[in-house]
């Protein structure tokens, strides 16, 4: 009868608690070394001059800026290179240059970057509160830029709480097609008042007053006025002055040159 083979107990056991912790420990000390070596290594070769950036490709429609232009203005805030460079700060260097929207930037081996830009459309005029006015583009959003640049003078004008812009923008492009068949001029300035109360200056001279409410209910009370104006200009044969929505039961109107005042005879005192 055959019998099983016995192990001796050490073997069993496998190797005693100290010894395995001296092995792992060497084994942990030699990889961070190697780490380290790597590390290193890595950024020796990243510093070498190969990989300083020789050059920027600017991309995108540029009207405003010329490449070389953009260029300068952002190349004092780019850090690194191109193993280096933080491309999201990269980005926000050439967001910081006038008239740039937004960049998306990217790496071309071994030594370059591609920018593709996309500039400000501007579609308004925001008045501030401190004199500084500033333009709107066409997402509603207020960025700084210089005024005199623009092409157009007839941008309409936008006044209101800080914060508004999008919404003044979105307001502004509803109003417009409305008062069209006024006849009384573009609308040149949109004001918001801190209440929420809505007023309109045409390029003719004419304010309405549009007063307070959701958008669908400004509108709807500036339609029912427009609707009524034609037989207003035909009975009097004058041009809007000043309009006030804001009257529950109707409008109250003012004509260039006509008066509801009535005139006293010679002589005779109120």
Request: net charge neutral.
């Amino acid at each position: 009868m055959l019998r099983a083979a016995t192990l001796p107990p050490t073997a069993a056991l496998g190797l005693p608690a100290d010894v395995r912790l001296m092995q792992a420990t060497a084994n942990a000390v030699f990889t961070a070394a190697a780490l380290a070596l790597v590390a290193a290594g890595l950024a020796w070769v990243a510093r070498q001059p190969v990989f300083a950036i020789q050059g920027i490709r600017v991309e995108g429609e540029v009207a405003r800026n010329s490449a070389a232009t953009i260029r300068a203005n952002a190349a004092h805030r780019l850090a690194g290179n191109f193993l280096t460079m933080d491309l999201a700060h990269s980005r926000e260097a050439f967001e910081a240059v006038p008239w740039v929207r937004h960049a998306v930037v990217r790496r071309v081996w071994p030594n370059r970057l591609a920018v593709q830009l996309e500039e400000h459309q501007p579609v308004a005029l925001w008045l501030g509160d401190d004199g500084n006015d500033r333009l709107v583009n066409s997402f509603g959003e207020v960025f700084e830029a210089n005024v005199g640049d623009v092409e157009d003078e007839g941008l309409p004008r936008l006044h209101g709480p800080e914060g508004s812009s999008a919404a003044m923008l979105a307001m502004l492009r509803r109003l417009q097609p409305v008062l069209q068949p006024l006849n009384a001029g573009e609308l040149a300035q949109l004001d918001l008042s801190a209440r929420g109360s809505w007023r309109v200056t045409l390029d003719k001279g004419a304010v309405v007053e549009l007063g307070r409410g959701s958008e669908d209910e400004v509108l709807a009370r500036t339609q029912r006025f427009v609707q009524t104006m034609p037989r207003v200009l035909a009975q009097y044969q004058r041009p809007l002055e000043s309009a006030d929505l804001r009257h529950a039961d109707g409008f109250a109107l003012r004509m260039k040159g006509v008066t509801t005042q009535a005139t006293l005879p010679p002589g005779r005192k109120r």
